[in-house]
């Protein structure tokens, strides 16, 4: 049997490269203590033209010392929902070695009660973190004038 040489094209592969730029040192990173700190955090780094305009989720990525590592904006949807897929929150909390995870998003009308979609995300968010040993410490619905917190009324 004749042995020919594959060429070397036939092995060319996708590369991963991990990346996270930590710009923050250690001793001046913003610990949250409540759902209150975790509000005015959000509001100062939220781009406030949109927050009554239209729905984005953002996650916040933190150490055991519950010290913010990084925000994460994952998307911006229109005016009544957004998508938030369990998949890229939790490989980025993987990316920057977070050890828990506070879930964040805005309704646009003012209204903070969650819906029933938001109810059912912040489950599978519990879920996935369990089994990945990431905890999801709140989900927090923002908007201009107030908040509402998961961990603070029982449904997280």
């Known amino acids: 049997m ?5 060429p070397a094209s036939a092995f060319v592969v996708s590369e991963v490269k991990l990346s996270y730029v930590n710009k ?13 700190d975790t509000y005015q955090l959000l509001l100062h780094t939220w781009e406030l033209d949109t927050l009554d305009l239209q729905e984005h989720f953002c996650v916040l990525m933190l150490n055991r010392l519950n010290q913010v590592l990084a925000l994460y904006r994952l998307s911006t949807g229109g005016l009544t929902g957004t998508v938030a897929d369990p998949r890229l929150v939790f490989s980025t909390a993987l990316k920057v070695c977070a050890c828990s995870i506070i879930l964040a998003h805005n309704h646009p009308s ?3 009660r969650p819906s029933r979609a938001d109810e059912e995300l912040t489950y599978k968010m519990k879920e996935a973190g369990r089994m990945l040993d990431i905890k999801v410490l709140d989900h927090i619905i923002i908007s201009s ?5 998961f961990a603070d009324e029982g449904l997280l």
């Open 2 to 6: 004749k042995r020919t040489m594959t």
């Open 24 to 36: 923050v040192k250690a001793a001046e990173r913003k610990q949250i203590m409540s759902s209150f």
């Open 145 to 149: 004038e107030n908040y509402f917190s």
């Open 110 to 112: 003012g209204t903070l």
